[in-house]
């Protein structure tokens, strides 16, 4: 599998350059472009939904918080999609906090300039609805991922879709962030990167990975990337 699952030019969000262009003008003309600064909240649990982000570049996580502090990443977004879905789907707010992972910058629209637009941006309209069922899949498939597959391979999954979302082969990364994200331990995250750099697949140190082997990175994990990725392309690219 190749890195063309985002279909977006560097610093370009797939869904907005995929709009109609009497569409995308509209649209365009009532956002204003925000950057994106790593550990940023866009969305704080269960707090009314106030903005659509459409990311350009940077990545962000869907955490689902536990009483006990605990967390772990449900979803990663970046520039193939949005974030601010309850908008979309009328439910007014969300059940996951959303942080930044990795800098960049985004187009962000109001709740009320959403509503008043909405009627005429059916286009629009009809790609988010698409994907949020894709953002289903990945949430879906990757809480199978977390029970059933092993850690190294979980590992894997994270980085190449963290790799399909930003430009270049390395992004920061820390052995506690991704702890957090895969919702396992620090040591066992140590040990998996270590085991993938060992494969000569990444290069990893100063809080900086880089990937060194994509197709070999692809084998070393699970199925779940290929399901989550084929899925968001069969959905963005249907008629």
Sequence with gaps: MDRDVIPASQGENALLAALPEEERTLFLGEVER?????KRVLQELDEPVTHLWFPRSGVA?????MTDGSIVE?????REGVLGLPLVLDAGQSAQRVLVQIPGEADRM??????RLRPRLPGLERLLLRYALSLVTQ???????NRLHPIEARCARWLLLTHDRVDGDSFP????????MLGVTRPSVTIAAGMLQRAGLIRYGRGVVEVLDRAGLEGASCECYGVITREFRRLLRAD
Excluded: R
Aim: proline share 3%; aromatic share 8%; charged share 5%.
């Design 74 to 78: 449900v979803a990663t977004v970046g």
């Design 139 to 145: 949430v879906s498939q990757g809480s199978a991922c």
């Design 61 to 65: 996580s869907m955490l689902s918080e």
């Design 173 to 180: 990364l820390t052995h506690e962030f991704l702890s957090q």
């Design 110 to 115: 109001t709740a009320a300039a959403f509503a």
């Design 34 to 38: 925000v950057p994106l600064a790593f």
